[in-house]
């Protein structure tokens, strides 16, 4: 009987742990949006098949996964900061966009004042992206917003960093390891490059709507923007940056200073492509430039038109490289046919595909027929 009570008082201390241990994991799941999460959201919008398909036949799925909104550049912005526009939780069908430019809660470490994107929207609205008053609504709708460019991107280390705990750890005499840990996270994801997308990812962006030509017609752009994409895949950059490079320049590399958003047409004199700016922006690159190196076409075009001295090299490189090809194709099948004449075997055995010698007999009974 005594046994008996062992093996149950074990039984039950056993569940009592197991109870205790899942009660521990899913305290620790929750804990990590907590700071965000002020109104519980996430006691719906933890499901991973929350949605919904709207009247166009799209499936939107409303899921956050707090593991992964964690190690976002957002983790510490409560839902409502964002989605101002609910007022009672639970709330009604949203109808409203986020508006990327309110004034934040979080104070920002350095400046002691609440965080807010209004810069940034201001360089927008001044950019060629912007929705204009005279757009009509066609275009407006067409325009990319924030949110076509910018989701809510997880923090990204450099490949070849050096580990935190290594780097900072004379902070860690003073700072508390977690924020210091984040703070550094933040400052790589965003000094590396001038920006933290691919030059890959940028292009494959940009082409989203410029190498839309109904769409770009709608703001009756010129032939020359019409084909941007086309040509710039067509050019030394763009041929580098789909062999992989990450050093090439891409479109964000010649259109845009550091302020990223900074986009105008090429006839602004805010723009980096505008002719008194163009030096300058291609020294970002290139140590030395000049007004003959400035003036090569970053966007080649083969067309006659407007462009006859790289229309005629074009088609010379191409009778160059055919004739070239074609001429050595030609030249294996005479030697081909040489050879069979003169009764040599066509063999493919030990590395070679000729053995054998010329036949003196058929030789000279072929030399005396031609004579004949």
């Not at 409303?62 to 409560?78: E, L, Q, S, W």
């Not at 275009?139 to 989701?151: D, N």
């Not at 076409?297 to 490289?321: C, W």
């Amino acid at each position: 009987m005594a046994r008996l009570r062992d093996l149950n008082s074990l039984k039950i201390i056993g569940t009592i742990s197991t109870f205790f241990v899942l009660i521990c994991v899913l305290l620790s799941i929750s804990s990590y949006a907590r700071a965000a999460d002020e109104d519980n959201c996430l006691m719906c919008h933890k499901y991973r098949f929350l949605g919904r398909i709207d009247e166009n036949g799209n499936r939107i799925n409303y899921n956050v996964d707090p593991r992964i909104f964690n190690d976002t550049v957002h983790r510490t912005i409560a839902c409502r900061e964002c989605h101002n526009y609910i007022k009672k939780i639970p709330h009604d069908p949203v109808t409203e966009q986020v508006n990327c430019g309110t004034l934040c809660h979080v104070i920002t470490p350095f400046s002691k004042e609440r965080f807010s994107h209004q810069h940034i929207i201001e360089i927008y609205n001044s950019s060629v992206h912007a929705p204009k008053p005279d757009d009509s609504p066609k275009q407006k709708e067409a325009k990319p917003g924030c949110k076509f460019c910018h989701l809510n991107p997880i923090y990204s280390l450099p490949k070849h960093n050096i580990p935190y705990d290594v780097s900072l750890r004379r902070c860690l005499n003073c700072h508390q390891q977690k924020g210091v840990t984040q703070a550094y996270k933040h400052i790589t994801h965003r000094i590396r490059r001038k920006t933290s997308r691919s030059s890959q990812e940028i292009v494959a962006l940009c082409a989203k709507c410029h190498a839309d030509k109904e769409l770009m017609e709608r703001f009756k752009v010129s032939q020359e923007a019409l084909t941007a994409v086309e040509t710039y895949k067509r050019s030394i950059h763009g041929e580098s940056v789909t062999l992989g490079s990450q050093e090439t320049a891409d479109c964000i590399s010649c259109h845009a200073s550091n302020k990223l958003h900074d986009i105008y047409k090429k006839d602004d004199r805010r723009a980096t492509i505008f002719s008194k700016n163009i030096n300058k922006t291609c020294q970002q690159c290139h140590e030395q430039t000049n007004r003959w190196f400035v003036e090569i076409a970053v966007h080649p075009r083969s067309e006659g038109a407007g462009n006859p001295i790289v229309y005629f090299i074009s088609i010379s490189l191409r009778f160059a490289l055919y004739g070239t090809v074609f001429g050595l194709v030609g030249l294996m099948l005479l030697e081909t046919y040489g050879r069979k004449r003169k009764g040599i075997k066509f063999l493919l055995r030990h590395g070679t595909s000729w053995r054998g010698k010329a036949t003196p007999e058929k030789s000279k009974q072929k030399i005396q027929k031609n004579n004949n």
